[in-house]
């Protein structure tokens, strides 16, 4: 399975600020997603990013508020943008295999707004 | 559209029970994958398994055990001889191609306490 680090772990960010997470994946990987897990609830998608094409949005993300770039099969990075106190959160990168369709996940950034 | 329900938020047993973990799907797709995930209190999400929805062979893996139906469109999980190290929150998933791609759709998750 893919080894998948992302930056930052944590952070604790003003109201109002931006914050850009990267995920890093050791082999190259199509399929790309991000998620969002607020405290003590499920994983929501946020996004789907393959490279090559446009993030895909799920309902009630917008790119404004969350751009993503996806510039290689190995790296993306999801931006939260102006934020408020709803956007902490935990933030998780996955990728998916192409022949399994197993995914895996980073080990997240746990984002608190203040 | 698509939908997993894991109808229990919460389960306690004692060190050495054997407990299950009920996960119940909805999906108009013939072809899609099951999963699920165990989320220790560390935060990580660690992959369990993966069923895809041609394949109903049960499957066992040391305690952990998985019994998928799709007759009942189910996909359980039994830890046996459950230890305090399986206390976490556990997540059942399925993903089907969509517009999002073969992103997952999780359940609500069911918190597990083992207690010695």
């Known amino acids: 399975s893919a080894v998948i680090s992302q930056k930052p772990s944590r952070d604790i960010c003003q109201r109002g600020t931006s914050l850009t997470i990267q995920c890093q994946v050791d082999s190259q990987v199509t399929m790309m997603f991000w998620y969002r897990q607020q405290p003590g609830q499920s994983l929501t998608l946020i996004a789907t990013?393959?490279?090559?094409?446009?993030?895909?949005?799920e309902s009630g993300f917008v790119i404004d508020k969350f751009p993503i770039s996806r510039p290689n099969l190995t790296f993306s990075t999801l931006t939260v943008s102006n934020m408020s106190p709803e956007d902490s959160s935990i933030y998780l990168c996955?990728?998916?295999?192409?022949?399994?369709?197993?995914?895996?996940f980073g080990p997240g950034t746990r984002l608190t707004v203040t | 559209a698509q939908k997993v329900t894991q109808a229990q938020t919460e389960i306690s047993v004692v060190e050495k029970e054997d407990v299950t973990l009920d996960c119940v799907y909805e999906?108009?797709?013939?072809?899609?994958?099951l999963f699920w995930y165990k989320q220790p209190p560390s935060g990580e999400l660690v992959f369990l398994i993966r069923r895809n929805s041609f394949d109903e062979q049960n499957e066992i893996s040391g305690r952990y055990s998985w019994n998928f139906q799709k007759s009942t469109s189910s996909f359980n999980f039994t830890i046996t001889a459950s230890q305090v190290v399986d206390s976490a929150v556990y997540f059942c998933?399925?993903?089907?191609?969509?517009?999002?791609?073969?992103?997952?759709?999780f359940g609500k998750g069911t918190s597990l306490l083992v207690t010695p």
């Open positions: 998933a399925l993903s089907a191609n969509s517009n999002s791609g073969y992103a997952l759709n």
């Open positions: 996955s990728v998916g295999e192409t022949v399994s369709y197993e995914q895996y």
């Open positions: 999906t108009r797709d013939t072809t899609y994958y």
């Open positions: 990013a393959n490279q090559g094409s446009e993030a895909t949005y």
